[in-house]
Structures are given as C-alpha cells and as structure tokens.
C-alpha cells in the first residue's frame, strides 16, 4: 500500500504562482513513477505532468513552459510548481503515484483545490 498526501493548493491571481506537494508513505520502494492530473468541474481527469519509469518527464501541452515537476527522493516528495497561472488552470490537482504490485495498480492522493482568479 502507498498513501499520497498533496498540499499546498489555494486561491491565486492570474499570473501568479503556487507549489503543490505530495509526500509518499508505505510501500514507497514499490513505486515505479509519480506525477500530477488535475480534474476541472464538468471534465474529466487529466494529465498535467508526470515522471516516466525511465526519469523522463512529460507535460501537457497547456502547461508547457509553464509548470515544472520535480522530486526530492530523500524526502519522497514529488513537486509541482506553477507559474504564469490562468484562470483554465482552476481544477482539483491530485497526485498519482503507479506501483509495481499484484496487479500493478495506480494510486491517488485525496486531491487538492487550486483556484485562479481575480
């Protein structure tokens, strides 16, 4: 079992910036990459960023530039920091995690809220 924890979602202007994190427990040594969705009223779930297996990392076109996604290994933290927010942005951010168990399985954190507005 892998338990995510995100923080620091909030209200930001446009053109401002937040970092959200996500701390891992558990089974941590079972995880084979982690990464960011984020689901907007009305829409459904989305990629944003993510690491691949290989350590790479990928983007969604909207935040190209934009966003960046980072980790710290020794504190099992996966980083997103958003910069140049718009209002599109506004959406519930959840932290997804894939771990290599039986059967290998995708894991979520409880999601949290990030609001751009004026």
């Known amino acids: 079992q892998v338990q995510l924890v995100e923080s620091g979602g909030g209200l930001v202007q446009p053109g401002g910036s937040l970092r959200l994190s996500c701390a891992a427990s558990g089974s941590i040594f079972r995880i084979n990459y982690m990464g960011w969705y984020c689901q907007a009223p009305g829409k459904q779930r989305e990629l944003v960023a993510t690491f691949t297996s290989g350590g790479t990392t990928n983007y969604a076109d909207s935040v190209k530039g934009r966003f960046t996604i980072s980790r710290d290994n020794a504190k099992n933290t996966v980083y997103l920091q958003m910069n140049s927010l718009k209002p599109e942005d506004t959406a519930v951010y959840y932290c997804?995690?894939?771990?290599?168990?039986?059967?290998?399985?995708?894991?979520w954190g409880q999601g949290t809220q990030v609001t751009v507005s004026s």
């Open positions: 997804n995690a894939f771990v290599l168990e039986f059967p290998n399985r995708n894991y």
